[in-house]
């Protein structure tokens, strides 16, 4: 079915464009290592590009294709290319555009891992960064050097849920003749689309909204042209990075209800983050649907809504917010975000440990900051939830 005239929820449920011919209403799991030619001809024909088909599952994979042709068809790009994890994803962005003495800006409050081994792995192959605050195109531009190839963004920001804007950071960046990659995990293409600003590579970790049911890890990049994805392609086929048929299913799976889970949560969110923010037990909540957020208009001009991650502080610190965490009971204390049950974290100790003090002093990752990812419950237990804990303070 050709999906571009359609709606987005009516695209999560019918684009891939992959029909199987035995006539399964949905793409089966090509739980398979490699396929079957017809003859010697026809393998030669695959290989040589002169013929479409699948050879090997580390090339392409049906199941794995249906996936990545339906995130190419939301995010509005050119391919798509689904990895193992969202780290995968990362890696292969790092690797496809960096190269010794290249530099990259990156938004100082990324997730975690995104940061900390480009701080701790990269520079051994000659490679440099700079975190700074990318919310202010100011401070981006500060740290422009000529030998600076890549600008990563991750708007709304983990867990600080700093926004970006987006137009004015292609403006500079094609100025500069820098690349860009934004990380999309927060919002995913329904709240999103940073290919229609400009960006040239979204990526996300397809272990949170995307899949959304917390029993799968996967990742995806959507590059907006040709070049670039076969950039990409390249270092991510013969780096091994690929996902498997089955986790691809499930991801598959999960993203036919990406609207629906997350209209249900948002709402319930915005109504978190106005108890939050009138406890009086609670220093402040950062959420870019509530007005005394920093970049609240710009949310409101760039996104679709404002999600269902909530970032907030309990008065007393970090043994405060210890006391909250560890008396919940509907709320899940783990870490991940985007699935349909609500979860909630320390990054200081947990997602965002592997960075210094100094790092996570200058992202403003607070030793008391807590990260919520509100899920599809009854909203009224999420609330009574967190109010039996914030008593307990």
């Not at 571009?4 to 949905?26: M, P, Q, R, W, Y």
């Not at 995968?88 to 990324?110: E, R």
């Not at 689309?193 to 996967?218: E, Q, R, W």
């Not at 036919?256 to 209209?263: A, E, F, N, S, Y």
Request: hydrophobic residues 40%.
């Amino acid at each position: 079915m050709d999906t571009s005239d359609k709606g987005f929820n009516s695209k999560l449920i019918h684009s891939g464009g992959i029909v199987d011919e035995k006539g399964s209403a949905i793409t089966p799991i090509y739980q398979t290592s490699t396929f079957r030619f017809k003859d010697a001809d026809q393998g030669a024909r695959f290989f040589s590009g002169e013929e479409k088909g699948y050879i090997y599952t580390r090339l392409g994979n049906p199941t794995i294709e249906d996936l990545e042709n339906t995130l190419t068809d939301l995010e509005n790009g050119y391919g798509s290319l689904a990895t193992a994890s969202g780290m995968a994803a990362v890696n292969t962005v790092y690797l496809t555009l960096l190269g010794k003495g290249d530099h990259m800006i990156g938004h100082h409050a990324l997730y975690g891992p995104s940061r900390g081994i480009m701080e701790k792995l990269y520079p051994k192959f000659g490679i440099e960064s700079d975190f700074i605050d990318a919310t202010s195109i100011e401070e981006i531009e500060k740290v422009i050097r000529p030998n600076t190839k890549l600008l990563y963004l991750e708007t709304p920001a983990n867990p600080t849920m700093g926004i970006t804007d987006l137009t004015a950071a292609v403006e500079l960046a094609k100025k500069h003749n820098i690349l860009t990659c934004v990380d999309n995990t927060f919002c995913s293409p329904y709240l999103q689309k940073p290919l229609d600003f400009g960006i040239d590579i979204v990526l996300h970790s397809m272990t949170k909204f995307i899949n959304g049911h917390a029993d799968i890890v996967g990742g995806i990049l959507v590059a907006k042209d040709k070049v670039l994805f076969e950039q990409l392609k390249y270092v991510m086929i013969n780096m091994g990075f690929n996902i498997d048929p089955h986790q691809a299913f499930l991801a598959r799976r999960g993203l036919k209800t990406l609207g629906i889970r997350i209209d249900r949560a948002q709402e319930s969110s915005m109504k978190v983050a106005e108890y939050l923010e009138s406890h009086p037990k609670v220093e402040w909540v950062l959420y870019p649907g509530l007005k005394s957020h920093p970049q609240y208009e710009l949310g409101e001009r760039q996104m679709n809504g404002p999600g269902a991650m909530i970032s907030f502080e309990v008065k007393g610190g970090l043994e405060a917010g210890k006391t909250v965490m560890n008396n919940v009971e509907l709320a899940v204390l783990a870490v991940s975000l985007g699935g349909v049950e609500t979860l909630i974290q320390h990054p200081a100790s947990m997602t965002h440990s592997k960075l210094s003090r100094e790092a996570r002093d200058s992202a403003a990752i607070s030793d008391g900051l807590i990260r919520l990812s509100v899920g599809i419950e009854e909203v009224e237990d999420i609330i009574a939830d967190l109010d039996q804990a914030l008593k307990l303070v």
